[in-house]
Structure formats: structure tokens, C-alpha cells
């Protein structure tokens, strides 16, 4: 297989990167790089560079493309950039590094109509900005791009980039998924053998029961001092344990709050029982001195949720580690959900052809392996899966498929789900009081359910039309 794609690769002159990674300034999912270094190839911009492409220069038609990223992945994304210049040498690419505030940025760029040729979004932001009418209808291009078979592609990444001028997930293609970004249990092996503990399964995820049994026994108190020394688990990532029960958020149609129906006020009063009664998960004033990531790498963590682009800063780790699936109380692997940043073309361009051959470049095979190559992600294409670009023999995480199958399943986060995020606002304001207060679960979100519907309909009145 590896040998398959990389004479793809030699054929093509592609060696090629996208820019993934941990969240960043551009909202949920993954981040981006920068531009190319080196005669010929892609400019790097600045912050607050003009963002439309200039137009022909010496021949060349020149466009612009924005991201966010650190260092190494502005690293990755100059590589990109050259390899695409190489492949196409009538276009050049003017890189805008935003490094900071991206969204914040990205706002004013856009409606001061200096937005770049393509747009880097993360998935949260892409529902307020094709609303706004941002990003071209890229249908056309998708659907006759001989470089993107959609069938092999995850269909949760592709739908979270559609709209069909009321909600995200269907309708029309505004944007393509550079990548896509389950989340898994991270789970530190050194204490689990320490403590006796079997290392969970990475072919099915446990139960909630199943689950809680193994995060008392991972949480001790070692020096007897009546303070909590590891915890079974971090924070837990509410989203998925409310699917992984049958239970949802809004109504299939998006008008009705959901989150005080039984399956999913069960998931919640779960959750916060694990702090509060079964003391498996640190509360507030724990995490004060330390965030979750932090005491998992000093060893105070069993057990974290993450995802994919957690996995080259964790191979720096000195302690042996692995992931298996998060916990389900259906056998589903719906426990969580998965994070991604897209790219898009900017309604405004002068340059749509070019532009979209960018997209196309990064979101295609070329730029999806050298990315996975570097770790930061599950390629797109699912055939890829299985290949050495992929599974990197030898290196952690030992069971990488797990990745795999949980983008299989998972779906986007409740942030994708409308233009207008008031709703989730108030929400987010609401869950700090559930989280340290007296309320069951089904007492709380009922009481609450009439505010956030308020700011549903307010924030999105087309759905009530």
C-alpha cells in the first residue's frame, strides 16, 4: 500500500501537506500553517495583508489563501504551498499568516471584502460565515473534479461543509474538509499496569458501568495525605456521552432543545455524578493549578479525552501510551464527537478556477498524506486508512485504527449546527451552574429550555418561517 501511494506521489511531483493539529485560533478542530519559503514559491504574508489575489504577474495568476498554525505546522503548510506552485507554475500563492485571533480577524477581512481568495474555517465558524455569504457554491467544481472521489471520503466531514440556506449538513458544497478529527480515550499504560488495571479494549467501547469500575480503581490517593494524587479521567466531553445514549441536543429540525428528554439528561446526570459522587473526575478547584492536558502529562491523569492531533505532542511523552474508544452506554461509537477545519473559496475571488485547484490540492490525496505522514490526522480518503502513511508501524499510538472507527461514526459538534450560535451561548452560560450546583440534570435543562429556545428563534428566525 505505502508503495502504491507514493509512486502516486513521484508522478504527480506532490509531496504534499495539509495543516492539522491541535485546536487553534480559528475555532474547534484543527489548525493551519503558513507559507513557502524560497525562490519561485508561495509569499508569506503578514497579519492584516490584503486578501484578494493580485492578478497576473509575469504570466502567473496570483492568488491568496489565509490559516492560522504554530511553528511546525506553518511548516507543513509551506511545504503545500511549494509543491503546489511546482504542480501549478501559472499560479502563485500569497500566504496571509494569522497566527492570533483568527476568527476575530477573519471577520473584518470578510466584511471589509478583503478576505483572501481561499479561506481556511474551522467547522464552527463555517455555519456564521456561509450565512453571510462568504464562500462560493463550489458544487460544480466538486462534483467534476477528477481528483476527489466523494464515495471514499468521510461523509461527516463532507456534510458538515454543506448548506442549504437554513442549516448546515445538507444542500450545496461551500467548503472541503482538510481534515477530519475524532476524539478517543487517551490513557496513560504505565498506570494502568502500576495499579493492576487491564488496558481497555480498542475494538469496543465500554459501558458507562465498565467504565466507571476502571476510573475508581485508576483514582488513589497515594500518600494518604486525604487528597486525590491521579484521577480515572479528565473533564469529560459532554457532547458524546449524551448521543452514546440515545439522546441529542436540538430536534432533527433544529427548533426544539432537547437536552431535559430523558436519554440525554441521563448522559448529564452521569457526568456530573462522576465529579461529585464518585470523585473520578478532578472538580474546578483541582483543575485550578493544572488544566486536564497538563496533569496528563505529569502523570495525575489516567485517563483524557483528545484527539488526533494530540498524538505528536504526546510521543514526546516519557510515559508509555495508548487510546482506545470512549465509553458508550449503547455499544455505539457515537461517544464523541469530531472536530475539522475546511477550505473555501471566497465568494468574491476573481479567480474561482485557481482558486478551487488550491482546495482541491489540499483536501485531495496529495496534501492528505504528507499530513497524516506527520501525524496530525486521520486522512480524508478512507482507503488510506489501512496504508503505512497511515498506521506508521512502530510508533504510538499502538492502535491507531481506533482513530478510524470513530470517525466512522462520530459526528459534528452541537457548534456546526446552525448559522447563528446564540442558542449554544447561552447554553455554555447556563452549564457552569449545573456543573457546580444541586439540580438533577432533567430539573436543570428544563428550567432552562425556554431561554435557550428563546435565543434559538432569535438567533435563527428563517428555521421558523
Known amino acids: 500500500m505505502r508503495s502504491k501511494w507514493l509512486f502516486v506521489l513521484m508522478l504527480a511531483v506532490c509531496l504534499v501537506v495539509t495543516a492539522c493539529g491541535g485546536s487553534s485560533g480559528g475555532g474547534n478542530g484543527s489548525s493551519?500553517?503558513?507559507?513557502?519559503?524560497?525562490?519561485?514559491?508561495?509569499?508569506?504574508?503578514?497579519?492584516?495583508?490584503?486578501?484578494?489575489?493580485?492578478?497576473?504577474?509575469?504570466?502567473?495568476?496570483?492568488?491568496?489563501?489565509?490559516?492560522?498554525?504554530?511553528?511546525?505546522?506553518?511548516?507543513?503548510?509551506?511545504?503545500?504551498?511549494?509543491?503546489?506552485?511546482?504542480?501549478?507554475?501559472?499560479?502563485?500563492?500569497k500566504f496571509i499568516h494569522i497566527?492570533?485571533?483568527?476568527?476575530?480577524?477573519?471577520?473584518?477581512?470578510?466584511?471589509?471584502?478583503?478576505?483572501?481568495?481561499?479561506?481556511?474555517?474551522?467547522?464552527?465558524?463555517?455555519?456564521?460565515?456561509?450565512?453571510?455569504?462568504?464562500?462560493?457554491?463550489?458544487?460544480?467544481?466538486?462534483?467534476?473534479?477528477?481528483?476527489?472521489?466523494?464515495?471514499?471520503?468521510?461523509?461527516?466531514?463532507?456534510?458538515?461543509?454543506?448548506?442549504?440556506?437554513?442549516?448546515?449538513?445538507?444542500?450545496?458544497?461551500?467548503?472541503?474538509?482538510?481534515?477530519?478529527?475524532?476524539?478517543?480515550?487517551?490513557?496513560?499504560?504505565?498506570?494502568?499496569?502500576?495499579?493492576?488495571?487491564?488496558?481497555?479494549?480498542?475494538?469496543?467501547?465500554?459501558?458507562?458501568?465498565e467504565a466507571l469500575e476502571m476510573w475508581k480503581m485508576l483514582t488513589v490517593d497515594e500518600n494518604g495525605d486525604g487528597k486525590i494524587d491521579i484521577y480515572g479521567a479528565g473533564p469529560i466531553w459532554w457532547e458524546g456521552f449524551v448521543w452514546s445514549n440515545g439522546g441529542t441536543i436540538l430536534s432533527e429540525d433544529r427548533k426544539t432543545f432537547t437536552l431535559n428528554e430523558p436519554a440525554a439528561a441521563e448522559a448529564m446526570q452521569f457526568i456530573y455524578d462522576l465529579t461529585h459522587v464518585h470523585k473520578v473526575v478532578p472538580d474546578s478547584r483541582a483543575l485550578q493549578s493544572m488544566n486536564d492536558g497538563q496533569m496528563f502529562e505529569a502523570g495525575r491523569l489516567a485517563t483524557i479525552t483528545g484527539g488526533r492531533w494530540m498524538v505528536p505532542t504526546y510521543r514526546k511523552l516519557k510515559f508509555d501510551w495508548d487510546v482506545a474508544p470512549i465509553p458508550s452506554n449503547n455499544g455505539t461509537w457515537l461517544?464523541?464527537?469530531?472536530?475539522?477545519?475546511?477550505?473555501?473559496?471566497?465568494?468574491?475571488?476573481?479567480?474561482?478556477?485557481?482558486?478551487?485547484?488550491?482546495?482541491?490540492?489540499?483536501?485531495?490525496?496529495?496534501?492528505?498524506?504528507?499530513?497524516?505522514?506527520?501525524?496530525?490526522?486521520?486522512?480524508?480518503?478512507?482507503?488510506?486508512?489501512?496504508?503505512?502513511?497511515?498506521?506508521?508501524?512502530?510508533?504510538?499510538?499502538?492502535h491507531p485504527e481506533v482513530f478510524v472507527k470513530a470517525g466512522e461514526a462520530q459526528q459534528p459538534g452541537p457548534w456546526t449546527y446552525l448559522p447563528n450560535g446564540k442558542w449554544l451561548d447561552t447554553l455554555n452560560q447556563y452549564l457552569g451552574e449545573f456543573w457546580s450546583g444541586k439540580e438533577t440534570a432533567a430539573e436543570f435543562f428544563t428550567r432552562i429550555k425556554p431561554e435557550v429556545e428563546k435565543a434559538l428563534k432569535e438567533g435563527n428566525p428563517e428555521l421558523f418561517e
Open 99 to 209: 497566527p492570533n485571533d483568527y476568527t476575530t480577524k477573519m471577520n473584518t477581512m470578510i466584511a471589509g471584502n478583503s478576505a483572501p481568495d481561499v479561506i481556511f474555517t474551522s467547522d464552527g465558524d463555517f455555519p456564521r460565515w456561509v450565512k453571510q455569504g462568504a464562500f462560493l457554491d463550489i458544487t460544480d467544481y466538486v462534483m467534476a473534479s477528477t481528483k476527489l472521489d466523494l464515495n471514499d471520503m468521510w461523509e461527516q466531514g463532507l456534510n458538515r461543509y454543506r448548506y442549504d440556506g437554513k442549516k448546515t449538513g445538507t444542500g450545496a458544497y461551500y467548503a472541503l474538509p482538510k481534515d477530519i478529527g475524532p476524539t478517543v480515550m487517551y490513557y496513560n499504560k504505565e498506570i494502568f499496569d502500576k495499579l493492576g488495571v487491564p488496558h481497555p479494549s480498542p475494538d469496543q467501547p465500554m459501558t458507562w458501568d
Open 335 to 398: 461517544s464523541g464527537w469530531s472536530g475539522s477545519v475546511g477550505l473555501g473559496v471566497n465568494a468574491k475571488t476573481k479567480y474561482p478556477d485557481e482558486a478551487f485547484k488550491l482546495v482541491e490540492f489540499f483536501t485531495g490525496i496529495e496534501g492528505q498524506t504528507k499530513m497524516t505522514e506527520l501525524g496530525f490526522q486521520i486522512p480524508n480518503f478512507k482507503s488510506m486508512a489501512d496504508d503505512e502513511v497511515y498506521t506508521q508501524p512502530g510508533q504510538k499510538p499502538a
Open 32 to 93: 493551519g500553517g503558513s507559507g513557502a519559503n524560497g525562490g519561485g514559491s508561495a509569499n508569506a504574508g503578514t497579519d492584516g495583508s490584503d486578501g484578494g489575489g493580485s492578478g497576473a504577474s509575469g504570466g502567473k495568476v496570483e492568488i491568496s489563501i489565509s490559516s492560522w498554525g504554530a511553528p511546525d505546522e506553518r511548516a507543513v503548510f509551506e511545504a503545500v504551498l511549494k509543491e503546489f506552485e511546482k504542480a501549478y507554475p501559472d499560479i502563485k500563492v
